[in-house]
């Protein structure tokens, strides 16, 4: 009412009448709001029923709440990313000293039992068989459903992050179709969100020792992708052109890893390079999937001091042998022929596992563990041979239908002895056997067959994960 009713002028804003006339011979005929151009005969008046005045005293203490808010998020951003390259930092030299060690106890082992002399059984391979193994087992800590629908296939375990991640389908599939990963946390044993990455489904999981949170996946959709869990986001994808089987991380340069494709090739990717791989480990001889990838780090090791890529495929096994000069030579290993299912290794005694399926002479399940040597073709030649040989042959049920992945690792004794873990779909369990003696300690019961085993420790605590299609399992030892 009076001086201050309701107008507005051409450009739209709203005043009062009074002060559009005050501003309009101040501001040489200009709207305060938008600086157009104005005059007195611009002005019209609005005939409104009702008017409210609005207190926005509020909206400002909000608006400087706000400003607050975003400025102590990004000091604590800055103070976060600070902690992370700190971590980054005790990470890597935490793992030059365990490799230190490892290089050290290898030396110890080699001039002590002499490096000439060869393993002469089973048992010598494995210093500290457990002879008094049923003093600690693995028990049944938790149960985790990660799909009710199925189709879970792989896991992975995140030391910075004590995270365990499982590959899974969309749980809404309809809204967001692919696959991704479930989180669980390793601490609290508690499971967390989940995380899209693929189209189809994940045949590989893989961190490396860095301490970002960086994921490695391997999908049927041609692509091999790094996921950042920290921000739970993909990073970067590469287009493989084929259907990708199993991937993994090159430890003695992190910025490289590798790709097993369905044609039997590895593609090799340097993470510095986002637009395709640097080079391409062409099949030797057959062409079958590659369905397992695993670096081998350089070490001070008495039987296989070099470093490399171990391939296996449903055919057999081949050891790509890195050299300084970033090429890569190839050795064959003498497996079974066929059958080859699942190829792990354990890469501070240099052994790994073969698993095979039933044929006509074996009518069950075998995990066949190896020690990989190598010798020099000529005195004082570079150029060596690697091979592989058994030492000890586990058995299990009559029935292997599926891909499965199976584990060898340290015992949490640590005593020397080796573990090796694997799924028995005859009896849908996973057994565990002393891979020195060839005995079997534990059969973990499962619902379904377990199709990845997972070992990990947390807090000094060593943990077992077992996988279904629906469902982890863990385990601890004490």
């Known amino acids: 009412a009076g001086e201050h009713r309701l107008s507005a002028l051409r450009c739209g804003h709203l005043f009062g009448y009074g002060c559009i006339e005050k501003w309009l011979k101040g501001q040489a005929g200009k709207c305060p709001q938008c600086n157009k151009k104005a005059k007195r005969s611009d002005i019209v008046v609005l005939y409104a029923r009702t008017l409210k005045a609005l207190d926005t005293s509020e909206q400002e203490h909000m608006k400087?709440?706000?400003?607050?808010?975003?400025?102590l998020r990004r000091k604590a951003e800055l103070e976060s990313a600070q902690s992370r390259l700190q971590l980054q930092v005790l990470t890597d030299e935490c793992s030059k000293l365990r490799q230190q060690v490892q290089e050290l106890k290898a030396l110890m082992a080699r001039h002590s039992g002499g490096s000439s002399q060869q393993p002469s059984n089973s048992r010598s391979c494995?210093?500290?068989?457990?002879?008094?193994?049923?003093?600690?087992?693995?028990?049944?800590?938790?149960?985790?459903?990660v799909s009710q629908a199925g189709n879970c296939r792989v896991m992975a375990y995140c030391d910075p992050l004590s995270c365990l991640v499982v590959s899974q389908p969309s749980p809404q599939s309809t809204l967001l179709p692919g696959w991704g990963v479930k989180m669980m946390s390793a601490v609290n044993l508690k499971s967390s969100q989940y995380v899209p990455i693929h189209s189809k489904q994940i045949r590989g999981l893989a961190f490396s020792s860095r301490a970002d949170g960086l994921l490695l996946s391997?999908?049927?959709?041609?692509?091999?992708?790094?996921?950042?869990?920290?921000?739970?986001?993909?990073?970067?994808?590469?287009?493989?052109?084929?259907?990708?089987?199993?991937c993994c991380w090159c430890l003695d340069d992190t910025n490289y890893v590798y790709a097993g494709l369905v044609n039997g090739a590895v593609l090799v990717y340097d993470l510095r390079d986002t637009s395709a791989h640097v080079q391409e480990l062409a099949p030797q001889k057959s062409r079958c999937p590659v369905v397992s990838v695993s670096y081998l780090p350089r070490m001070a090791s008495a039987s296989l001091p070099y470093g490399g890529l171990m391939a296996g495929t449903l055919e057999g096994a081949c050891f790509w042998e890195q050299k300084a000069s970033r090429s890569y030579q190839p050795h064959h290993l003498l497996l079974e022929p066929g059958g080859c299912i699942d190829l792990q290794t354990e890469a501070s005694t240099r052994h790994c596992l073969a698993t095979f399926r039933p044929n006509r002479n074996h009518g069950c399940l075998r995990c066949v563990v190896m020690q990989l040597t190598c010798t020099q073709l000529t005195d004082g030649a570079e150029e060596v041979l690697c091979s592989c040989r058994p030492v000890q042959t586990l058995t299990a049920g009559p029935t292997c239908k599926l891909l499965t992945k199976n584990a060898i690792f340290q015992s949490p004794e640590d005593d020397g002895?080796?573990?090796?873990?694997?799924?028995?779909?005859?009896?849908?369990?996973?057994?565990?056997?002393?891979?020195?003696?060839?005995?079997?300690?534990?059969?973990?019961?499962?619902?379904?067959?377990?199709?990845?085993?997972?070992?990990?420790?947390?807090?000094?605590?060593?943990f077992l994960a077992t996988l279904t299609e629906k469902m982890v399992k863990i385990y601890k030892w004490q």
């Not at 400087?64 to 400025?71: D, G, I």
């Not at 457990?130 to 985790?144: I, N, P, T």
């Open 126 to 145: 494995f210093p500290g068989c457990l002879s008094s193994q049923g003093q600690h087992k693995y028990h049944f800590e938790r149960a985790f459903l």
């Open 218 to 246: 391997a999908a049927l959709d041609h692509t091999l992708t790094l996921t950042s869990l920290t921000t739970n986001t993909v990073v970067q994808t590469y287009n493989a052109g084929r259907p990708v089987w199993s």
């Open 64 to 71: 400087s709440s706000l400003e607050k808010e975003q400025m």
């Open 417 to 462: 002895s080796i573990l090796v873990c694997a799924g028995d779909e005859a009896s849908n369990s996973a057994m565990l056997w002393d891979a020195g003696s060839g005995s079997l300690l534990q059969k973990l019961p499962a619902d379904l067959p377990v199709l990845d085993v997972c070992p990990y420790e947390v807090n000094r605590s060593s």
